[in-house]
């Protein structure tokens, strides 16, 4: 069943970075398809620029649990040695294999993938042009991977400036937002003074700063509880899309009223637009 009861009424999803945590928008998107919930925009950062793009593509639950069953965190880490960053050559991979060489303006959905400029600082949304490029670098984390190479840019985790991007929907016209964030419990100190340690805690620091934002301009936000599992490890996966199907099916009440509303009038469309920090478009 379609709640979607007003042609004009855009609701857009957005699915928050958070590693390996990523495993609970698989959750999510299981519930709205049982609901018949169908969203008429999609952005995502890091982990849920992966998931979102498989999503606006039309894979299914299924297709995407498929994918998940045949993952191996080898096949995107490719240095074996700790200070050396990997490509992100097996991520963009993972694009290519499944949904082939396509575009972001091929996909069934309106996408967007959001990514940093390493010299300019600036946050990059990506609207048009090859999805594998613009997920794998949403989802390049700084010493992990090596910045992406991209129309003259050095690109990497889009979670340093927006790590659950909930403005970026509203920018393109959507009425209401549904926001899953993953990482609820990503701000936690480390004892440690190892250079990883170092820069997994400061990274943590950034994005708990940036991820206001998204709550801001989120009108439903889906917290799973994924604070046990690892964000740099799929072990667990199963129980984490778990996680992130029983917390959907919590809010599913609001969910549903949500698209049962009616869409924002125009002015009040336009002041909160007015309001956002503008990131580059690409």
């Known amino acids: 069943m379609n709640y979607k009861k007003h042609k004009k009424l855009k609701v857009g999803l957005v699915l928050s970075g958070g590693g390996a945590r990523g495993f609970a928008h698989l959750g999510a998107i299981k519930a709205f398809e049982e609901f018949g919930v169908k969203f008429d925009f999609v952005s995502g950062t890091s982990a849920g620029s992966l998931v979102g793009a498989f999503y606006a593509a039309g894979y299914s639950f299924d297709d995407m649990l498929d994918i998940a069953r045949k993952f191996d965190a080898k096949d995107i880490r490719t240095s074996k040695l700790v200070f050396v960053p990997s490509k992100t050559d097996g991520l963009e991979n993972i694009i290519t294999s499944n949904l082939g060489d396509i575009n972001i303006e ?133 129980d984490m899309i778990e996680e992130g199907y029983r917390e959907t099916i919590s809010k599913m009440p609001e969910i549903l009223k949500l698209f049962a509303s009616r869409p924002l009038p125009s002015f009040k469309k336009k002041h909160i637009i007015s309001k956002l920090e503008k990131p580059v478009i690409e």
Do not use: W
């Not at 959905?109 to 042009?129: H, Q, R, Y």
């Not at 004892?191 to 301009?217: A, F, H, P, Q, W």
């Open 106 to 238: 091929d996909l069934k959905i309106p996408f967007t993938a959001t990514a940093v400029d390493l010299k300019s600082t600036d946050e990059i949304c990506f609207t048009k042009g090859s999805v594998a490029k613009a997920v794998a670098a949403s989802c390049c984390v700084p010493a992990v991977f090596q910045p992406v190479e991209h129309n003259g840019r050095n690109l990497c985790d889009g979670g340093l400036r927006n790590t659950m991007p909930a403005d970026i929907p509203r920018l393109f016209g959507c009425d209401y937002v549904v926001s899953v964030d993953v990482n609820k419990s990503r701000l936690f100190g480390t004892d440690s003074t190892k250079l990883l340690d170092v820069i997994g805690c400061t990274i943590r620091i950034l994005m708990e700063s940036n991820v206001d934002k998204g709550y801001k301009y989120s009108d439903i936000v889906l917290r799973p509880e994924t604070k046990r599992f690892k964000s740099t490890k799929s072990e667990g996966y199963l």
